[in-house]
């Protein structure tokens, strides 16, 4: 079964069917997804926006390092963006008021154009209030550019969905990502990995970290519940949570899916996944991404 959502989507309809959960992220983690929206979405739509094209090449550069191949990979789209203006105008290409950018994303509860939407109604006529409206602007085109992607250069990772099927036998399975609804829905559907899912925890629900904490108010034990992960943020989101954490290594993910089905699953049944054994895999993961491509 499928989680209902109600007209406020934040209201999610859950039934707790067994005494685990695992929460699995979408984009880079399920779904090959990550690289190609930010390649061509999110670094070529802010280069529009803010109309720097003659640096299209070095701006790029920075969104992909920035997003994808260092400690920040899996960083929110809004305090990603915060990172690449603040480069830009540090290097003299471009001058923008960011400050009420970067207090939203420093101070905001929840991440979202919905959240956007709202600071900029309260600072109409601010300086700095520009930059939300572009920032609103960019976000709502990445989603549109996100769309036209062929569903079929989005595929699922080798191995997530038998590694999910086996999950959903002994657990109870959640997406947990910071992506908006509809795209995950749709790419989870196209690639046949609705099935291996209970419940979905979006962009519109909160935090990563807050959808980690709502699990326990459906009565798991935090020792109970698993985020799987691609990105540091997950692993702070699953710290934060006070709930357990496996990662998907980046350049490695079907062998890391293998590895879940064979070995880690069975292991935070049988309670044998322990504190120490997590840290050598998160050890691993940013030892990983330290390295690079």
């Known amino acids: ?32 997804s990550m690289t190609i929206k930010h390649q061509r979405c999110f670094g070529p739509e802010m280069i529009k926006v803010w109309n ?25 789209r809004f305090k990603g963006l915060v990172l690449a203006l603040t480069y830009a105008c540090q290097r003299g290409w471009l001058e923008e008021e960011l400050s009420l950018l970067k207090e939203w994303t420093a101070c905001t509860k929840v991440l979202s154009a919905n959240s956007l939407q709202k600071e900029i109604v309260l600072h109409k006529n601010e300086p700095g209030c ?13 989603n549109q550019s996100i769309d036209r992607l062929p ?15 086996a999950a959903k ?19 989870w559907q196209y ?27 459906y009565g798991y034990d935090k020792e109970h519940i698993l985020m799987i992960g691609d990105a540091p943020g997950d692993v702070e989101s699953a710290r934060d ?10 350049g490695r993910e079907a062998e890391s899916w293998k590895k879940f089905s064979n070995v880690i699953l069975e292991s935070l049944i049988q309670g044998k996944y322990s504190c120490e ?17």
């Not at 109600?6 to 929460?23: A, G, L, P, V």
Request: charged share 35%; glycine share 4%; proline share 2%.
């Open 241 to 250: 949570a006070g709930v357990q954490f496996y990662p998907i290594l980046t």
């Open 1 to 32: 079964h499928i989680a209902q959502r109600t007209s406020q989507q934040e209201d999610i309809m859950f039934e707790k069917r067994h005494n685990y959960i695992i929460c699995v992220d979408s984009d880079g983690c399920a779904i090959d």
């Open 169 to 187: 036998k002994r657990a109870d399975v959640a997406v947990v990502s910071a992506a908006n609804a509809e795209a995950v829905e749709r790419e």
């Open 130 to 142: 520009k930059t939300l409206e572009k920032a609103l602007l960019w976000s709502e085109r990445v």
């Open 52 to 76: 720097l094209q003659e640096h299209k090449k070095e701006m790029q550069k920075k969104w992909d390092e920035d997003n994808l191949y260092t400690i920040t990979r899996g960083i929110n």
């Open 151 to 165: 569903d079929v250069e989005k595929p699922a990772f080798p191995g997530a969905k038998r590694a999910l099927l």
């Open 277 to 293: 054994w997590m840290a050598e895999e998160t050890r691993k993961f940013y030892e990983k991404l330290e390295i690079g491509r």
């Open 191 to 217: 690639n046949g990995l609705e099935e291996t899912v209970d419940i979905f925890f979006t962009q519109e629900n909160g935090s990563k970290a807050e959808c980690l904490k709502k699990l326990r108010e």
